[in-house]
């Protein structure tokens, strides 16, 4: 640190070591630090502990509580949902679980087709999403470095306006009477308006849009750390293009991939907005029917089971694509 | 700083009937404005170790890499074995190359790399085995057969890279820098390794280097690059005691160039009379320059002789001076003599007897400078 220092500027941070000096030779700033220390609470564990902290109390609490309803019974009143714990007499505490709703989950085919559909849809958004977003982030590694930030640049431009605002916007473009079917028709290509809105294509177009910038980032970052001379190296062992794309790029940008699929696919797993939005009455995705079951009919209890449910089927592949990733990068170094 | 070779092998470049394996005719190569290689015309033939010498951003490279079909030539054509070349891709050529950065695929074992250019042939897996269990054993690395590029040291990479572009019987293999990642010993060791598995399979190289050293052990013949430009061609020998121009004598070795002009010119020797020297040379060769014509003449260090004493004979080919420093390298000593004029010559001399005692020659001593007819060499450009 001192070091870095430039010789002419050092009049600020000078003051501040000569402070910080001063404090250190404080008495109950020593005590606290021994005492501190004595705890095991360095600064470093300070640095790493701040994080945990935070997600302890935004993460897991809230989990918690989640969970804990989920295993309760629903009732009518505030709030709409039984105790867990309860004095049955003076010294009896009783804990009443409730997995009833777990088994609902099971016994509907509501909530199966709803899972169901939705690991359907994330799944082909995240392909369609690997599709478009690995070339263009090839492409971007590839072109010349001065263009290179633009191109980034654009990628993450939608960013600066509202998710909500943009797939409002696509409502106004996919309408009956929006930008496509208007432009269209004055063309005359056709008689009558063509359907988009509320249907899965809308519903796919959506995720698509919305969670490409996702996928290129990734990939782009491991695309341009790929080294050029394995390419050459594969042609020159008679290795046409595309077969070497497979065999090389492929396989040494599959961090990216699994890194740019994981982000595609859980954000859309749960996924509430768009298929609120643009989707039909019939494309049931989780996250409309969690909605549903919480605001519309005040079932907390199946809803809290409804999202535990959920996790539960996310964490799973997480795990196994961790594994994968941890793999890949145990081979690079 | 001599051929390694063991004997003298047939020279065919000097046969003009021989079809040359690789040819290169006017090629040129620019990257916008920037003349990279410049109309260059070269042949090489099948079974011999062609070095491409020169400073970084000669343009050595960038032949090389036009040789594998990585680069297209601006202009000019390339033809290797009696085809052209020029515009085909590289998987297609008949030849390999061993990368700089040996480029091994991070993502599969020593074997699986050797495999690569194999099932790229679609080749019957037990042919593919056996031909990468023969060459593991050649570079000797059958025991790191499992290994992944990262778990090896630079050398084991080096040899695994050797014997991926070996795999295919390439007719012609391009190596790129190819051993200036290892360290000095295994440097010298892999160059004779090198040699030995070049004469094994017949296969001709053209190798690329910025060290001259390894140039001069590995070549059959050199071709000096400046410039985009191949500026001389010829064996080490040709190339280190008749360089064709200032730039080459400066390249390779170390040299003490004097400016002066001719002032006898007979078809077998010429004298040089220099103002730097003090003296007259007297060359034992003759020179195509017209008469009083700038020259400059070469004197290689160690053929130079340092003594006490006056030599006998006439005034040619001798200077005194006063030594100046003295540099003891063990093998040899380096003797920076200052001539009258002020300019410094360095003389090495071996040190035949052992250093230590009385009688040698020290500093701030009036020496004589002397060397025999035949050493100095003049250029004219």
Request: hydrophobic fraction near 45%.
């Amino acid at each position: 640190m001192n070091r870095n220092r430039p010789a002419n500027g050092q009049s600020s941070p000078f003051i501040l070591a000569e402070l910080m000096a001063w404090i250190r030779a404080l008495g109950p700033y020593r005590w606290a630090s021994v005492r501190l220390r004595g705890w095991g609470m360095t600064g470093r564990a300070a640095v790493t502990g701040v994080p945990y902290l935070w997600l302890l109390l935004f993460f897991l609490v809230p989990f918690l509580i989640v969970l804990k309803i989920s295993i309760s019974d629903i009732r009518l009143g505030m709030p709409p949902y039984e105790p867990l714990l309860t004095w049955l007499s003076a010294q009896v505490l009783g804990i009443k679980v409730n997995f009833a709703n777990y088994a609902f989950l099971w016994e509907d085919a509501l909530y199966r087709n709803a899972y169901l559909n939705s690991l359907l849809t994330a799944g082909v958004s995240t392909v369609l999403c690997l599709l478009i977003g690995y070339p263009m982030a090839y492409g971007i590694a590839r072109s010349r470095p001065s263009w290179r930030n633009l191109l980034l640049l654009l990628v993450m431009l939608p960013f600066w306006t509202s998710f909500l605002l943009r797939v409002y916007a696509w409502i106004g473009i996919l309408k009956n009477n929006g930008l496509i079917n208007n432009l269209l028709l004055s063309m005359g290509v056709i008689d009558e308006p063509i359907v988009m809105l509320q249907t899965d294509f809308a519903v796919y177009l959506g995720i698509v849009y919305s969670y490409l910038p996702f996928m290129v980032l990734p990939l782009y970052t491991a695309v341009e750390k790929l080294d050029l001379s394995l390419l050459e190296a594969a042609a020159d062992l008679g290795c046409r293009p595309v077969r070497a794309f497979f065999r090389i790029t492929v396989p040494l940008t599959m961090t990216g991939i699994v890194a740019g699929c994981m982000l595609v696919f859980i954000p859309a797993v749960g996924e509430f907005v768009i298929p609120a939005l643009l989707g039909g009455p019939d494309s049931l995705m989780i996250g409309r029917v969690l909605w549903e079951e919480f605001f519309n009919n005040r079932a907390w209890p199946v809803a809290s089971a409804v999202a535990i449910a959920m996790l539960l089927l996310l964490v799973l592949p997480i795990i196994i694509l961790q594994r994968v990733q941890g793999r890949e990068m145990g081979a690079h170094r | 700083m001599a051929s390694a070779r063991p004997e003298q092998r047939s020279e065919p470049w000097k046969d003009p009937g021989a079809t040359p394996y690789v040819r290169l005719e006017k090629v040129t190569k620019k990257f916008g404005d920037f003349v990279a290689v410049d109309d260059v015309t070269l042949n090489i033939y099948r079974g011999e170790i062609f070095c491409l010498l020169g400073g970084s951003g000669c343009g050595k490279t960038t032949l090389l890499r036009m040789m594998a079909g990585f680069e297209t030539p601006t202009s000019g054509s390339i033809w290797i074995d009696g085809t052209d070349v020029t515009a085909m891709p590289p998987y297609e050529r008949p030849v390999n190359m061993m990368f700089q950065s040996y480029a091994l695929f991070p993502h599969m074992t020593v074997e699986q790399n050797v495999a690569f250019g194999l099932r790229q042939d679609k080749l019957p897996k037990r042919e593919i085995t056996e031909r990468v269990t023969e060459m593991l054993k050649l570079v000797r690395m059958s025991q790191f057969a499992g290994r992944k590029p990262h778990q090896l040291s630079g050398g084991q990479r080096q040899r695994v890279a050797l014997a991926r572009s070996l795999v295919k019987r390439p007719k012609l293999l391009l190596l790129d820098e190819p051993l200036a990642a290892l360290d000095k010993k295994l440097r010298e060791h892999t160059q004779f390794e090198l040699i030995n598995i070049q004469e094994t399979l017949g296969v001709t190289f053209v190798v690329v280097t910025h060290d001259q050293e390894e140039a001069m052990t590995l070549a059959s013949r050199i071709g000096v690059m400046n410039h985009g430009e191949i500026v001389q061609v010829g064996t080490p020998t040709d190339i280190y005691e008749y360089p064709s121009s200032r730039f080459v004598a400066d390249f390779i070795g170390s040299v003490n160039m004097f400016e002066g002009h001719l002032i006898e010119d007979e078809p077998d020797y010429v004298r040089v009379e220099s103002a730097e020297l003090g003296g007259v040379f007297h060359v034992g060769h003759g020179v195509s320059a017209a008469p009083n014509a700038t020259v400059w003449v070469a004197l290689r260090p160690e053929k130079i002789h340092i003594s006490r004493e006056r030599p006998e004979g006439d005034g040619d080919n001798r200077v005194a001076g006063v030594v100046a420093e003295i540099a003891y390298l063990g093998d040899q000593s380096i003797y920076l003599v200052r001539l009258a004029g002020g300019r410094l010559v360095r003389v090495t001399q071996p040190n035949i007897v052992r250093q230590g005692g009385g009688g040698r020659i020290s500093w701030e001593e009036p020496v004589w400078l002397s060397w025999d007819s035949s050493s100095p060499v003049v250029v004219t450009q």
